[in-house]
């Protein structure tokens, strides 16, 4: 199995940074890809950034704003929150997508609030 566990969550302003990290460990072999959603209460969790083979995709709404990254050497990925908005405001969940027919493993989540 996969454990997940995210870090750097925070308040902070609108127009501020923060950057989240997330650190796999366990059955590392089993990790094809790995990304973010995010979820607001009352809302659907949103993909929010995903990193595939170096290859990254991002929702329109963090395009140009948001950086996904991962150094494989540490197991870990990372999101740099540029420029953030109060809309920004949700819980941050790392995912991890298995090469083989497993289920998402998800980390516990990180809370990021953005005060007007």
């Known amino acids: 199995q996969v454990q997940l566990v995210e870090s750097g969550g925070g308040l902070v302003q609108a127009g501020g940074s923060l950057r989240l990290s997330c650190v796999a460990s366990?059955?590392?072999?089993?990790?094809?890809?790995m990304g973010w959603y995010r979820q607001d209460p009352g809302k659907q969790r949103e993909l929010v950034a995903l990193?595939?083979?170096?290859?990254?995709k991002y929702t329109d709404s963090v395009k140009g704003r948001f950086t996904i990254s991962r150094d494989s050497a540490k197991n870990t990925v990372y999101l740099q929150m540029n420029s953030l908005k109060p809309e920004d405001t949700a819980v941050y969940y790392c995912?991890?997508?298995?090469?083989?027919?497993?289920?998402?493993?998800w980390g516990q989540g990180t809370q990021v609030t953005v005060s007007s």
């Open positions: 995912y991890a997508n298995s090469v083989f027919s497993d289920p998402l493993y």
């Open positions: 366990g059955s590392i072999f089993r990790i094809k890809d």
């Open positions: 990193i595939s083979s170096g290859s990254t």
